[in-house]
Structure formats: C-alpha cells, structure tokens
C-alpha cells in the first residue's frame, strides 16, 4: 500500500489530536504534518513538500490572501482538498474555493471517508508521468468556454424570464461549464445521495443563486481567449465534443445500457478531449507535439503526444476530472478513449461507446482513425458498427452545415 505525506492545516488543535489518532491507527506509515495557521502551514510545505494539502477553509495568510490559493500557485503539483464546517453550500467562500481545491469533504467526516479520497486522489498521479505535466494541470483554476455559450449564459442568468432548465441547456453545450457544475455538485457540501453525471440536473440541484454567483461573482466561468494556436480549433474542438457526447450516448442506448450508463456515455462523450483545453496557456506543449507530426489527424496527434512526453491529453484530461470526483466509468472512458486496450480489465460500456463515437466522428471529417481491436473482436458490438459509422457521418453533415 502506498504511502502518503499531508499536511492538514486548522486552526483547532482538537481536529488535529482527532487525525492524528485515526489516521494513526489505519495507516500507520503515512507522514503527517500539522498546522493551525495559514504561515505555519505554508512554511512547512515549503520545508517538506506533502503530496497533499487538506485545509479548513478561510485560512488566511498575512496578506489576506487564500492558504489554497498560495499553494496552487507556488506549489501547483500538490493535492489540495477542503475539509470544512462551513454549513451552507451556497456560500461565496465554498463557491470561491471551487477555483483553487480539487475536492471537498464536510465535517463531521468519517476516517474511512477522508482516507478514501486522499488515496483515490493520490492514485490518480499514476495517469501521468511527467513532473512538469503534473505541475500545469493541478495549477490550473480555470477553464475556458466558447465565447459564444458564455456571453449566452451571461445573458440568461440575468434574465428573469429564464428557466434553470434553460441555463442548464446553455451549460451542458459546453465542455468546461459542464465540468465546473459537475465538480460543485458532486462535493459534500451538497450532501446528495448519488453521483451526478447530467449537468442539467446539476444546475437544477445547485438553483438559480449558486449559478448566479458562480457566473457573476465568483467568475468560475469565461471566455475562452481570441488565440491562434496550431493544431487545434477551438470551434472544432466544441463541435467535436458535442457530436461525441450525442453519439456516445446513441451507442450506450443501443447496446441496451441503463439509463444513468447512457448519461455516463453522454458526459464523457462531452469530456473526452477536455486535456486539450487544459493545455491551451501551454503553447510550447503543442508546439512540442506538432514539430514531428506529418498531418493533423487525431489519431497522429495522440500518437506524438504519448512520444513526446509518454502521455496524452486524455490521461492529462482524465487526472483532472478524477481530481474533481466525477464517476469513475467517465475518469477511465476519457483516460482511455485512444488506447482502450491499456485496460487489463473487462472494458466498461461506457469506454466502448465513447471511444467508438470518437473512431466514427474522426472518419467522418476525413481523418485516419482505427478502432481498438479488442473491441472490434466483440462481435456483439461489431454487427453495429456501419450503422453508427453512418450515423456519424449524418451527425457531422449537419453540424458542418449548421456552423458553415
């Protein structure tokens, strides 16, 4: 069993006897580092660098400044997570914590509880193996959105005359809202039963205020920048995840999946590529990619990426929505929509319709795409496959047409 070092920072020493205790007792090995102020923890951090950061919320440095926040910045590569007694899930300070924490977890919080996320956290590193990849994707607090859906998400949240319903469409068009809302509404501050893999239910969860706050107030969403970066569009980049996520989930209904496997299918349809976002403050990384590739395929582009730095934007992608505790099946379906064969274990049904609904789509806008050969041996999926590629191909004709 692996070992962890973490720093857990509070201003009240009972919950750190309390820690000390448990986490003695189940996992002896781990290093444990203690702190009750925001300067005590950070000096410590600087001094022995702990794999993770968990800490009370409002805990503030001389400054004025966020703990969270200064280490996002100054040590991005650190596991931040928020332990808090902080009641009400709606606060501009939780919402505000959504920008520099991975996960979030409400006091009281059970042993085994808090010991499971660290360790599912800490397990995540093993998608990536490069330091320097690490560091970009765990300091990244924002984002970006297609100019267009933000500027329309604006508009609506100050509109009386629009429904929750309304906005959680807006949301669920795009890649990056729909990760943020997914991430707020599966924290412990909400308490919910279940996991939530739909983002228009996660708007109607969350309510008109908290959506409020977090476009106007709290400005977890914006434009993406007006940049040329070669190698990608971000228009096809939109267009592509959306056809991906409908298709996707097309190909879960027709493998007779249930309904909340169809919503998975959809969501890591919509997710699949959202590594490339996380890389567009990166230029040097595409640059990196592109300098040896002949074309422009996406099947080149993964293949030069895992060359260059033993990796791709999927696992990049996949190491932050498992930061952010989406379900596991869209963390391992977008972590392994290139390379489904990676996977020792039997291949979940939303992995197979997310990496198909990619092949297809590719095919569909001329590019060279092949499609796993473990899944192309199942012959139950297989008697499918022109029916989909078909399908594909009318998806993208009337997209092209639409945005032309």
Known sequence: MKTYSILFADPDQKVHDGHRRMIRALRPDWNLLFAVSAREAMNKITLYRPEVVVSELNMKLEDGSDLLKAVQVAYPEVIRIVLSSEPDGESEVILRSTQSAHRFLAKPCKGEILLEQIEKAGSLRRLLNSRELL????????????????HELVRAVESPLISLSEIGEIIARDVSMTGRVLHLVNSAFFGLPRQVSNPQTAVVLLGINVIKSLVCYVK????????IMPGLSLDKLWMHSSLTARLSREIATNLNSPPSVQEDAFLAGMLHDVGKLLLLDHPRYFSRVLQPMSGNSEKEFSEAEYKTFGTSHAEIGAYLLGLWGLPDPVVEAVACHHRPGQLKLEKSTVLVATHLANVFLCMAAGETAVIDPGIAADVHVKRL????????????????????
């Open 135 to 150: 560091e970009i994707i765990s300091g990244i607090p924002y984002l970006p959105s297609l100019p267009q859906l933000y």
């Open 220 to 227: 977890l969403f914006f434009a993406a920048p007006d940049i």
């Open 385 to 404: 496959f022109d029916a989909w590629k078909k399908r594909a191909g009318v998806l993208y004709l009337e997209s092209s047409r639409e945005t032309a």
